[in-house]
């Protein structure tokens, strides 16, 4: 498993923008599939966004798709999550995860490492 450290979440206002980055410990980061999902208050924990170890597939949830966007830096070992035209919906505790050699999922449970999270709060 690798270690993941999320940063970067805080208050924006509706129509901003904010990035998240997820930084990961090991040699093996480039061999990892990554992904983003997030918990709101009361609401059960939904998928972001993720792409393949390979970087050959990238999955978004449709509430996202044209404002969210997930890249990594292999040579950082760190994957983002730029995030813009926020809206209070995107408020929730936003978290990393990854598997080795994955083929990348909307689904959690094919995730073995996790982050601790980081707080969005998008203020309307």
Not at 3 to 27: D, N, P, W
Not at 57 to 70: E, N
Request: charged share 20%; proline share 1%; glycine share 12%.
């Amino acid at each position: 498993q690798v270690q993941l450290v999320e940063s970067g979440g805080g208050l924006v206002q509706a129509g901003g923008s904010v990035r998240l980055s997820c930084a990961a410990s090991g040699r093996t980061f480039n061999r990892y599939a990554m992904g983003w999902f997030r918990q709101a208050p009361g609401k059960e924990r939904e998928f972001v966004a993720a792409f393949s170890w390979s970087g050959t597939r990238t999955f978004y949830a449709d509430s996202v798709k044209g404002r969210l966007t997930i890249s990594r830096d292999n040579a950082k070992n760190t994957v983002y999550l730029q995030m813009s035209s926020l809206k209070a919906e995107d408020t929730a505790v936003y978290y990393c995860a990854g598997r080795y050699m994955g083929r990348g999922s909307t689904d959690d449970v094919e995730y073995d490492s996790w982050g601790q999270g980081t707080q969005v709060t998008v203020s309307s």
